[in-house]
């Protein structure tokens, strides 16, 4: 027998939603995602009306969600947002050269601007280049910080307000449990921050509005309204430490339906010690990117890539100063038998 959608419209029920349990129709169920993203924009006041907005746009589910779910609240809502779209190319053969094929569908569907920023073009150096340099072991680590300081570059570029990305509850509940494992207590109350910087602060503010957004629900949503995206995953990211993390909250969510949330309320409600010293957030003196250490963790990393040093800004940062002291002594020596031979 038919189940009534849990909304009192008459129609027939076709989900139960993941996130509250509610047996929804289709269109009970679009409505209620997307309103759940607009009480959040309203809530958490994320954006302002005039502004000239970025998202984030790799041609995933997420982002995909995201710029239509964003396209259709600006009109729905009369937000008065200017929505464009910032890619970045990380360089990798048969992933991201495909990815962006979405994109640039997405470009067409939403009628929203693009720009696309390569690694190559900003650090001269392409993901597969550098996974041939370091290996797989610590190839996420290169490609998370430039990423990073690539969507800055590039919001600075296309001179926008802030910077919507497509982070989702699950992805969220995944970097605390990360945190915690690694016991970085100066990113573990940041990572729930669902706005970060400020134009006070001389950086460009990054905010996520799919911040409550269950990954489950983002993928029916994107099946059902039938979105183009790209589903294939990273070829360099099986080995990827957020893997664990991910395997760990599903196993989690399997007892308790609510884990997610539970982690996220946690993580937003968690106290450090006034004692504990927490680094302070800042300008890269090289680069003039926002930074919590001198030099940034770009410029750092790019240093031991053209330095043929790639594994200098991996680890503790007294281990990648004697790298670099051996190696210039190394060139020294060098240098001091060629003058002999003259």
Not at 99 to 111: C, E, F, H, I, P
Not at 113 to 141: F, H, K
Not at 242 to 255: P, Q
Not at 266 to 275: D, P, R, W
Request: charge should be positive; charged fraction near 25%.
């Amino acid at each position: 027998m038919p189940i009534a959608c849990g909304s009192s419209c008459g129609r027939n029920a076709f989900m139960r939603r993941p996130k509250t349990g509610d047996t929804l129709c289709k269109e009970c169920f679009f409505l209620a995602f997307e309103t759940e993203i607009h009480n959040t924009i309203q809530q958490e006041q994320l954006f302002r009306a005039g502004e000239k907005v970025a998202i984030a746009a790799s041609g995933g589910k997420d982002s995909t969600v995201l710029a239509h779910v964003m396209n259709v609240l600006n009109r729905r809502y009369n937000y008065g947002l200017d929505l464009v779209l910032l890619s970045i190319d990380e360089g990798i053969t048969g992933y991201r050269d495909d990815s962006l094929k979405t994109v640039a569908q997405n470009r067409d569907d939403y009628g929203m601007p693009l720009r696309v920023l390569s690694y190559q073009e900003l650090y001269g150096w392409t993901m597969d280049r550098i996974v041939a340099e370091i290996g797989r072991s610590n190839n996420c680590t290169f490609c998370g910080v430039f990423r990073r300081q690539a969507l800055d570059r590039g919001a600075r570029l296309m001179e926008v307000d802030c910077v919507a990305t497509g982070h989702n509850a699950d992805d969220i509940a995944e970097t605390v449990i990360m945190n915690i494992l690694r016991g970085d207590t100066a990113r573990l109350r940041r990572c729930c921050d669902i706005k970060t910087g400020s134009k006070e602060a001389d950086t460009i503010p990054r905010v996520k509005p799919l911040k409550y957004s269950y990954e489950k629900e983002i993928v029916m949503y994107a099946h059902f309204k039938k979105l183009v995206y790209f589903s294939t995953e990273c070829v360099f990211a099986p080995n990827a430490y957020r893997g664990h993390a991910r395997a760990f909250l599903k196993d989690l969510e399997k007892v308790r339906p609510s884990a997610i949330m539970d982690i996220i309320h946690a993580g937003e409600q968690l106290q450090i010690k006034g004692t504990v010293k927490k680094p302070v957030r800042g300008v890269c003196g090289r680069c003039g990117f926002v930074s919590s250490q001198q030099p940034c963790k770009a410029c750092v990393l790019l240093e031991g890539l053209n330095r043929g040093l790639p594994k200098l800004g991996i680890g503790k940062k007294s281990k990648g100063e004697r790298m670099v002291a051996l190696q210039e002594q190394q060139l020294r020596e060098k240098a001091h038998l060629v003058k002999n031979d003259f």
